[in-house]
């Protein structure tokens, strides 16, 4: 977390949010599903592509504090499996912004040591968008600091369905399936799995998201569109993750209760 002070001043507003987080207790592994772009961009009377553009800010502030916090990995879901059924000029447009944006955080991604990866049905993507992708990839690919994944035409079940084909392919009978060799034919296979899932825009559901690897991971949603997640924002959401009691189905310090008990929205 060092660096995270090394980026504030005594005075800053988000200093004290900085100064109230336990260090030992920071997630290894953060999930976000960015929305409400077109909500933002709504509001302002602008087209849905100005939403997009907006939220670029957001990707780069968010990558840089979860970098300073010392987090392993940070997955961002940046388009699923659905999204094909936008406009295509939309469409069209987040690749463009994709490759926009590869191409001009690929120094700042460097700077702060962070490594990109992508899950998802990636072969898919339109050719350039692959070619950017791939090449940012190899640049950071020796970088150990945070691991910067994302989930690019992506979806829960779709990644399920590819992991139990590519078992029955290699030969794997039902007999010799178990949670953990499923988890190893995930896209994430060797990541650990996320500890806190923020969604933003108070939407109350997990859109096909990692479905199977949040299984026990902390939600917290805030009414904030994604444009407008600044770095005081994931502070909060972390802050709010840390006074969780993490029970894993099991009993909490009180002993009170049996089972993992609902999470509910927290909402600011």
Request: include cysteine; aromatic fraction near 8%; proline fraction near 4%.
């Amino acid at each position: 977390m060092q660096s995270l002070f090394d980026a504030l001043e005594p005075g800053h507003p988000d200093w004290a949010l900085a100064r109230a987080l336990d260090p030992t207790r920071i997630p290894k592994h953060a999930a976000i599903i960015m929305d409400g772009n077109g909500r933002w961009a709504r509001k302002r009377s602008l087209p849905r592509v100005a939403g997009h553009k907006a939220g670029v800010s957001s990707v780069r502030s968010t990558v840089e504090t979860c970098a300073q916090l010392g987090m392993e990995v940070l997955t961002l879901y940046a388009f699923s499996v659905e999204n094909w059924k936008r406009p295509r000029a939309e469409v069209d447009m987040l690749w463009r912004l994709l490759r926009l944006y590869l191409r001009r955080e690929l120094t700042t991604l460097m700077r702060n040591n962070i490594r990109l990866t992508a899950i998802g049905r990636v072969k898919a993507l339109p050719l350039m968008a692959q070619q950017e992708l791939r090449y940012v990839m190899e640049r950071t690919s020796q970088n150990t600091g945070l691991r910067l994944n994302l989930a690019i035409n992506y979806g829960g079940r779709a990644e399920l369905v590819d992991a139990v084909q590519s078992l029955i392919a290699e030969g794997v009978s039902a007999e010799e399936i178990t949670e953990e060799r499923l988890s190893a034919a995930l896209y994430t296979s060797g990541l650990p799995d996320p500890d806190l899932l923020i969604r933003t825009s108070g939407e109350l559901r997990v859109s096909n998201f990692l479905l199977w690897q949040i299984a026990y991971a902390e939600i917290y949603v805030t009414e904030t569109l994604w444009p407008d997640f600044i770095r005081a924002e994931l502070l909060h959401a972390v802050l709010e993750y840390q006074r969780r009691d993490r029970r894993f189905g099991g009993l909490g310090d009180t002993g009170e209760g049996m089972g993992r008990e609902p999470v509910s929205a927290t909402t600011r």
